[in-house]
């Protein structure tokens, strides 16, 4: 029998709201850039995407883009990238090519909740993990080891996190890794926030972990501020970029052709160096430093507006310090007729907007309280 179909709660309530409002305050990402302004990042001429043919662009990606985004992980070819319709469908891709009625994913918490969901909607198992606030977001090993357990198909990580902006440390990233190779589990990576660190220093991939059964998942939303151009990737082993390939051949086919041959091959050629080098030819120049300097200089007020909130809130109310992306964990107790999404917490993502999100789970342990 089929599973009961998990909805996707967290999505439909940011996107039934947030083009309806005036102030967002459920944005996980910097304000999108407009093609006037990533046209000038790039230091490029409009004439070349007004020439674009609106037909279908090649599949997996055009071979440019594929290059440029393979020079992000070293020793990576082309043929280890598919180019996908946002980050979104690199996870949902990435899911239905490994999950089986039956297996078992081990999945970090708090999160945006798309590969919970999309575990149970394939007849998998979710056993997760948490981060901790009193530990500084970092998890503990023997939960990892536990959720991790034998017979473990996937592991599902969010580095940078979502929504706290944590950075795993040495110590837990090690404990992953090796728990992983000991049940032989595949890891999924979703690094989509790498590139808006506070520090200036860009988190370490799983790319260059060492360990064979990872998949990156990446793409344009976040710490490059173009969400509209809908571009995402995976980055894995030859053989299960093609296989998720053919499970994209099933979905949107192909990203959509102008930003696939215009726009994102310029933000891409600008966020990796290989464009004009107006931001000092660090790994990530271009939109990825406009969405630092905006945290940056943003995390202000938003610190303000969160010390607001929390004098009016019950007891419990939180705003944490130092996180290591653009984003910290700003949690009060859940109160009826709130609009702060499903479950008991709300993450504010510093300098960005306030996204909210499941909490911790509920007493009874997964999954989430909701109203």
Not at 162 to 181: C, F
Not at 208 to 233: F, M, T
Request: contains cysteine.
């Amino acid at each position: 029998m089929s599973p009961k179909f998990v909805p996707f709660e967290l999505e439909r309530w940011q996107s039934t709201w947030e083009n309806r409002v005036r102030f967002n305050l459920s944005e996980s990402g910097v304000h999108p850039l407009t093609i006037q302004e990533l046209l000038g990042l790039a230091g490029a001429s409009a004439l070349p995407l007004l020439e674009v043919r609106l037909g279908y662009s090649q599949s997996n990606g055009t071979d440019r883009l594929r290059e440029r985004i393979a020079a992000l992980y070293p020793g990576a070819s082309p043929d280890q990238v598919l180019v996908t319709t946002g980050s979104s469908e690199a996870n949902f891709v990435t899911c239905w090519r490994l999950l089986e009625p039956g297996d078992k994913v081990a999945v970090m918490m708090p999160n945006y909740m798309q590969t919970a969901g999309l575990t149970q909607n394939f007849g998998a198992e979710v056993r997760p993990f948490q981060l901790h606030e009193k530990e500084g977001w970092e998890p503990y090993a023997e939960e990892i080891r536990t959720a991790i357990a034998s017979g473990t198909k996937l592991v599902v990580i969010t580095n940078p996190h979502n929504p706290t902006g944590h950075v795993l440390g040495d110590a837990a990233r090690k404990v992953i890794l090796e728990r992983a190779a000991e049940v032989g589990a595949w890891i999924l990576a979703d690094e989509v926030y790498q590139g808006a660190e506070l520090s200036g220093k860009t988190t370490e991939s799983f790319w260059g972990s060492g360990y064979n059964k990872v998949v990156i998942v990446n793409g344009l939303s976040k710490a490059y501020g173009l969400p509209g151009l809908r571009i995402g990737w995976i980055v894995s082993q030859p053989g299960f970029t093609q296989e998720a390939w053919a499970r994209h051949d099933y979905t949107t086919i192909g990203p959509s052709g102008a930003p696939d041959r215009a726009c994102a091959v310029a933000a891409v050629a600008v966020a990796v160096g290989l464009g004009p080098a107006g931001w000092g030819g660090s790994v990530r120049p271009g939109p990825g430093g406009s969405c630092r300097s905006v945290v940056v200089s943003a995390s202000t007020p938003v610190e303000c507006i969160a010390s607001r909130i929390g004098s009016g809130s019950p007891a419990g109310a939180g705003w944490p310090a130092g996180a290591g992306a653009a984003g910290v964990w700003a949690g009060w107790p859940a109160v009826t007729g709130a609009a702060a999404g499903p479950g008991a917490g709300v993450g504010v993502a510093v300098g960005v907007g306030v996204g909210a999100g499941p909490a911790r789970p509920a007493a009874g342990g997964w999954p989430p309280a909701t109203e």
